[in-house]
């Protein structure tokens, strides 16, 4: 304590010639009233004596007489984030000007703005030029309150009506509502893939044609998955067809027709053992047969060292031979018996 004594007195002594300098006349609650009345613009809610007790570009107003005043921005300045433990004076900055705070830029391009570095708009809006200030950004359909909120990706811009964002008469929304075209149907002449986009999975090349691994519908309205493989869904027979070989859409699955195969990519004739073939594949109607059976001089057959396989008769065979020699052993037994 006694230590604590010396040092009071010390900052006492600092301070008495700044303190007998200034008016203590009015009690805190008239200061309050004074200061409260002051409705001066830019003014922030910190008191000082001199200018030098306020921060940058601001200088100490309606300290008069010696009195307590407020620190107010400079002329050019604004004041910003304004409590009463800080405030700031800044200039206020247009859009692409140097910034240091977001609040530099609301002031011209509204609550949306951003400082990061310049003044710009937040991400998801943009910039009307028309008032120059920034806009929430709806897809066309979505909901809007001007045409400002109608920007489409390429900078130009929609109109808003019945409070929805719409293209202009003539055009059509792209299926990703991002821009406006002239809509191009399926083998209309086009120059860019947007004016084919209101079919799904097609492109422009010239026309307006499918995309690969897609092909056009029986209609000609709409592009189709093509199937790679048999037994994949499918709506059309052309689905089939295109990848896999004579293929059709049977139930609603990608097969061969009657008396046909599947044989890696196509459909081939089925062709018995036995019976004339053109090809090893109408004879291998199955993959268990694969590496048995082949078209030998135009006849479907089992390669010679798979002739005891069950498709080539040989358990068959060995049944016959059996039920032969049954048979002769039977007969050779009666007649022994007889004489």
């Given at each position: 304590?006694?230590?604590?004594?010396?040092?009071?007195?010390?900052?006492?002594?600092?301070?008495?010639?700044?303190?007998?300098?200034?008016?203590?006349?009015?009690?805190?609650?008239?200061?309050?009233?004074?200061?409260?009345?002051?409705?001066?613009?830019?003014v922030?809610?910190?008191?000082?004596?001199?200018?030098?007790?306020?921060?940058?570009?601001?200088?100490?107003?309606?300290?008069?007489?010696?009195?307590?005043?407020?620190?107010?921005?400079?002329?050019?300045?604004?004041?910003?984030?304004?409590?009463?433990?800080?405030?700031?004076?800044?200039?206020?900055?247009?859009?692409?000007?140097?910034c240091?705070?977001?609040?530099?830029?609301?002031?011209?391009?509204?609550?949306?703005?951003?400082?990061d570095?310049?003044?710009?708009?937040?991400?998801?809006?943009?910039?009307?030029?028309?008032?120059?200030?920034?806009?929430?950004?709806?897809?066309?359909?979505?909901?809007?309150r001007?045409?400002?909120?109608?920007?489409?990706?390429?900078?130009?811009?929609?109109?808003c009506?019945?409070?929805?964002?719409?293209?202009?008469?003539?055009?059509?929304?792209?299926?990703?509502?991002?821009?406006c075209?002239?809509?191009?149907?399926?083998?209309?002449?086009?120059?860019?893939?947007?004016?084919?986009?209101?079919?799904?999975?097609?492109?422009?090349?010239?026309?307006?044609?499918?995309?690969?691994?897609?092909?056009?519908?029986?209609?000609?309205?709409?592009?189709?998955?093509?199937?790679?493989?048999?037994?994949?869904?499918?709506?059309?027979?052309?689905?089939?067809?295109?990848?896999l070989?004579?293929?059709?859409?049977?139930?609603?699955?990608?097969?061969?027709?009657?008396?046909?195969?599947?044989?890696?990519?196509?459909?081939?004739?089925?062709?018995?053992?036995?019976?004339?073939?053109?090809?090893?594949?109408?004879?291998?109607?199955?993959?268990?047969?694969?590496?048995?059976?082949?078209?030998?001089?135009?006849?479907?057959?089992?390669?010679?060292?798979?002739?005891?396989?069950?498709?080539?008769?040989?358990?068959?065979?060995?049944?016959?031979?059996?039920?032969?020699?049954?048979?002769?052993?039977?007969?050779?037994?009666?007649?022994r018996?007889?004489?």
């Amino acid at each position: 304590m006694v230590q604590i004594v010396p040092i009071l007195m010390g900052v006492a002594l600092l301070f008495w010639p700044m303190l007998m300098t200034y008016s203590f006349d009015e009690t805190e609650a008239e200061l309050e009233e004074r200061l409260g009345k002051i409705t001066e613009s830019l003014v922030s809610r910190q008191r000082c004596f001199t200018d030098n007790d306020c921060r940058e570009n601001s200088f100490c107003y309606d300290n008069d007489h010696n009195r307590v005043g407020l620190c107010k921005c400079q002329a050019g300045y604004e004041l910003l984030l304004r409590n009463r433990t800080y405030y700031t004076c800044k200039t206020l900055s247009k859009w692409g000007e140097d910034c240091e705070l977001t609040e530099q830029c609301i002031d011209n391009l509204g609550s949306l703005a951003l400082c990061d570095g310049t003044c710009q708009c937040q991400p998801q809006t943009s910039r009307f030029p028309f008032d120059g200030r920034c806009h929430e950004i709806n897809l066309l359909e979505d909901f809007c309150r001007s045409d400002a909120n109608c920007v489409l990706e390429d900078g130009s811009y929609a109109f808003c009506a019945d409070g929805q964002c719409q293209c202009n008469i003539g055009l059509r929304p792209t299926l990703d509502r991002k821009h406006c075209v002239i809509a191009r149907a399926l083998g209309e002449n086009c120059t860019d893939d947007y004016q084919c986009s209101f079919t799904a999975n097609s492109v422009c090349r010239d026309v307006c044609r499918c995309s690969i691994d897609y092909v056009i519908s029986r209609n000609n309205t709409a592009c189709l998955k093509a199937a790679t493989y048999f037994n994949e869904t499918c709506e059309e027979h052309v689905q089939c067809s295109e990848f896999l070989r004579d293929s059709v859409c049977s139930n609603n699955y990608c097969g061969c027709q009657d008396g046909y195969h599947s044989y890696e990519n196509k459909c081939v004739r089925t062709v018995n053992v036995g019976s004339s073939c053109g090809d090893k594949d109408e004879c291998i109607f199955s993959q268990d047969y694969a590496g048995i059976l082949d078209c030998l001089e135009g006849v479907c057959q089992c390669l010679p060292e798979k002739r005891n396989e069950p498709v080539c008769g040989g358990a068959s065979h060995l049944q016959t031979m059996v039920s032969v020699f049954l048979i002769v052993f039977q007969i050779f037994c009666c007649v022994r018996f007889i004489f």
